[in-house]
């Protein structure tokens, strides 16, 4: 099996800071993804990559930068930190990026705006 | 408004009991899939269940899916302590996967 490790896992930022935000997969997966879990809500989706150097805008993308630098790696910055945006960041990979792809999730970094 | 939400916010039973957790979506769907999420960690799938499968089973659990009624089920037999997490259904389309806001499901010894 293979596992996600995202670091750090807890990240405490002022207003308008600039974070980034890590994530590695050691599955060999195709296709990673960055998600944002609100408190008692669902995932969003922020970006995702379906190969290394690829980029593709989700739904929630706005205040957000992402890079795919290699296969293993995916990191997600948040440009300009606010304090409504606290909230859980999670990373998946999933070996393709079809409809009935599987996606392995990480422990998520909880972010703290202050 | 949401793609796929789970019709209650908060379940809870007796270790030993049965559960059912019931979605709704509101698209045309390929497939649809239960995850489970424990505190503090990131969500794992249970069941993927595609739009021309009526039912699909994985140990004590089994999903029902409704394309007509575009609704979903997942049942939970001789539910145990660990049991206890929020379950998201999510749907997919359009090579997307959209969540439900889940169900936290306690289960008391």
């Known amino acids: 099996g293979g596992i996600i490790t995202q670091t750090p896992k807890f990240l405490i930022g002022q207003e308008g800071q600039k974070l980034t935000l890590k994530c590695q997969q050691n599955?060999?997966?195709?296709?990673m993804y960055w998600y944002r879990q609100d408190s008692g809500k669902g995932l969003r989706l922020i970006y995702y990559?379906?190969?290394?150097?690829?980029?593709q805008k989700g739904d929630l993308s706005e205040g957000y930068d992402a890079s795919r630098e290699k296969k293993s790696s995916f990191s997600l910055t948040v440009t300009s930190a606010q304090k409504n945006e606290m909230a859980v960041f999670l990373c998946?990979?999933?070996?393709?990026?079809?409809?009935?792809?599987?996606?392995?999730f990480g422990p998520g970094t909880r972010l703290t705006v202050l | 408004s949401q793609l796929a939400e789970e019709n209650s916010w908060a379940l809870s039973v007796h270790e030993g009991e049965s559960v059912t957790v019931n979605c709704s979506y509101k698209?045309?769907?390929?497939?649809l899939q239960w995850y489970r999420q424990k505190s503090g960690k990131g969500p794992a799938q249970l069941i993927l269940?595609?739009?021309?499968?009526r039912e699909k089973r994985n140990g004590r659990l089994r999903a029902t899916l409704d394309t007509s009624s575009q609704s979903s089920s997942l049942s939970i037999t001789a539910t145990r302590c660990e049991d206890t997490a929020v379950y998201f259904c999510?749907?997919?389309?359009?090579?997307?996967?959209?969540f439900g806001d889940g169900t936290q499901l306690v289960v008391k010894p």
């Open positions: 998946a990979s999933s070996l393709g990026g079809g409809n009935y792809a599987e996606q392995f």
């Open positions: 599955f060999n997966h195709d296709t």
């Open positions: 990559s379906i190969t290394e150097n690829d980029l």
């Open positions: 698209t045309s769907i390929t497939a």
């Open positions: 269940i595609r739009s021309n499968e």
């Open positions: 999510a749907t997919h389309s359009n090579n997307r996967i959209f």
